[in-house]
């Protein structure tokens, strides 16, 4: 008895998104599989955040077809408390004083800071189901920390964590790293590797303009350039020396692989 496999999570075909005479994206076809770790990476204004926003329904494209669940008439607001999208701008409104494991259950009923109204009450299982979530992500020792307190990599620690709290398809992280220091970044990444590369993950897209960022358990990256896909495929095969310069328009001086990770040296402009 042969069993059907399951639908991509999400399938882009020949899409577009215009606004006004802007063409944001011109011809993307992309398909993301139920538990599949991506990187997508470009300069500014390549189309990186347009396309996931579309991808995931909070966009409507202008052409093309896109397929969520190998469907394409989906209920939108089902599909998107199915994602956990964590931007560099949801922090900075969550509640200074709001305790992180408040911060966590909020994800729950996908609130920004956690609201105690009419029958949206949190009930004390969501709290330690929270605990439970920050203990298995190694995060425990921050559950009762003020938000503000926390450093740059703790807040998007929380934040992921927070996106899980509603068992989703997918996480999107939006540029996680901005604003870090190396060590903080570091520190974050080796984290979101291991999260990434546990048996029990959903998928996750790493959205980054450094290549040094993509993780060993980000095996597939996507590369935007002019809203187009200049290339997609494994990261080992498609992260390459000419592909940075045709895409950053600087020369590249060495590209070496440390770790599993591609590291450019950069060589000034082209």
């Avoid at 944001?24 to 993301?32: A, C, H, N, P, T």
């Avoid at 980000?218 to 590369?223: G, H, I, Q, S």
Wanted: glycine content about 8%.
């Amino acid at each position: 008895m042969t069993t059907t496999p399951e639908p991509p999570l999400i399938e882009l075909q020949s899409v577009g998104y215009r606004q006004g005479a802007a063409e944001i994206l011109r011809d993307v076809s992309w398909r993301l599989d139920r538990g599949k770790h991506w990187a997508v990476l470009g300069p500014n204004g390549s189309g990186k955040t347009t396309l996931l926003r579309t991808a995931c329904g909070y966009l409507w494209p202008t052409s093309g077809v896109v397929r969520r669940c190998g469907e394409e008439l989906i209920d939108l607001a089902e599909l998107r408390r199915s994602i956990g999208w964590v931007a560099t701008d949801l922090a900075a409104n969550i509640p200074p004083r709001e305790r992180a494991v408040e911060t966590v259950v909020s994800g729950k009923f996908a609130q920004v800071g956690l609201k105690r109204l009419g029958e949206l009450q949190p009930a004390e299982a969501d709290f330690n189901a929270a605990r439970r979530l920050l203990c298995e992500m190694r995060c425990d020792a921050l559950a009762d920390k003020p938000f503000r307190v926390l450093s740059q990599g703790e807040l998007q620690q929380v934040l992921v964590a927070r996106a899980r709290m509603v068992n989703p398809l997918l996480i999107v992280l939006d540029e996680p790293c901005a604003g870090m220091d190396p060590g903080v970044r570091e520190r974050f990444l080796a984290w979101l590797d291991d999260i990434a590369s546990s048996e029990n993950s959903c998928a996750i897209v790493l959205v980054t303009h450094h290549v040094e960022e993509i993780m060993p358990a980000f095996e597939a990256t996507l590369v935007m350039r002019d809203g187009r896909i200049a290339a997609a495929g494994q990261t080992a095969e498609i992260v390459t020396e000419q592909l940075l310069e045709d895409v950053y328009g600087v020369r590249v001086a060495q590209l070496p692989s440390i770790d599993n990770r591609r590291w450019p040296i950069w060589g000034g402009p082209k």
